[in-house]
């Protein structure tokens, strides 16, 4: 089981930190990813981090602004936004694995709302 938080309201070029905790102690074995859903959109992908924090990757849309992360001890999936945009609105998502759309473990997810 995952739970996202930290989402809000901010305004274009403001930033937020999403997180992402994860119950159990397998959290550290799983490759993470984040996607997001806009209002009237599909999901859509925005960052994944390998297990071991050896690689990260990221959709060209954020690249550049996002930085994902993991805390393993802390059984923890951070997400840096910085310079947000209005096209950045949407409710974000995490679970284990890399496409997560259907996933059953994912979270209740966290809505990140930009405007002015």
């Known amino acids: 089981q995952v739970s996202e938080s930290g989402g809000g309201l901010v305004q274009p070029g403001g930033s937020l930190t999403l997180s992402c905790a994860a119950s159990?102690?397998?959290?550290?074995?799983?490759?993470m990813t984040w996607i997001r859903q806009a209002p009237g959109k599909g999901p859509e992908w925005v960052a994944s981090i390998r297990w071991d924090t050896k690689g990260e990757y990221y959709a060209e849309s954020v690249k550049g602004r996002f930085t994902v992360s993991r805390d393993n001890a802390k059984s923890v999936l951070y997400l840096q936004m910085n310079n947000l945009n209005q096209e950045d609105t949407a409710v974000y998502f995490c679970a284990p694995g890399y496409d997560i759309a259907n996933s059953p473990y994912r979270g209740p997810g966290t809505l990140v709302t930009v405007s002015s």
């Open positions: 159990g102690d397998t959290f550290g074995d799983y490759d």
